[in-house]
């Protein structure tokens, strides 16, 4: 069964760094192409970070470009997500996906599964 597990959320201040994992199984990591979503009290969820299976693409959402770095370890089957600089526009629950192919994709309609979320709080 395709599972993927979020973690590493919390509060923080602003200009502060949390680092987001996203654990899943050997069949639901394997070959895949993985991305970060996050959706705020209100709103739609958005696309944050996504990467190819070889860690070699990388795509990231103008608001978190610069501040955010997304990354994976394959013998791990973990996704990470490192955040910098957070502002109180960060402020969401965030989402790791995976893709049935190796190539990413910014669009929330390419992916077929998808953890339950892990919830990020940046205080001002």
């Known amino acids: 069964q395709v599972q993927l597990v979020e973690s590493g959320g919390g509060l923080v201040q602003a200009g502060g760094s949390l680092r987001l994992s996203c654990a899943g199984s050997r069949g639901t990591f394997s070959r895949r192409a993985m991305g970060w979503f996050r959706q705020a009290p209100g709103k739609e969820r958005e696309f944050v970070s996504a990467i190819s299976w070889s860690g070699g693409i990388t795509y990231y959402a103008d608001s978190v470009k610069g501040r955010f770095t997304i990354s994976r370890d394959n013998a791990k089957n973990t996704l990470y997500l490192q955040m910098n600089s957070l502002k109180p526009e960060d402020t969401a629950v965030y989402y790791c996906?995976?893709?049935?192919?190796?190539?990413?994709?910014?669009?929330?309609?390419?992916?077929?599964?998808w953890g339950q979320g892990t919830q990020v709080t940046v205080s001002s």
């Open positions: 996906a995976a893709r049935s192919t190796v190539v990413p994709e910014k669009k929330e309609v390419g992916y077929d599964y």
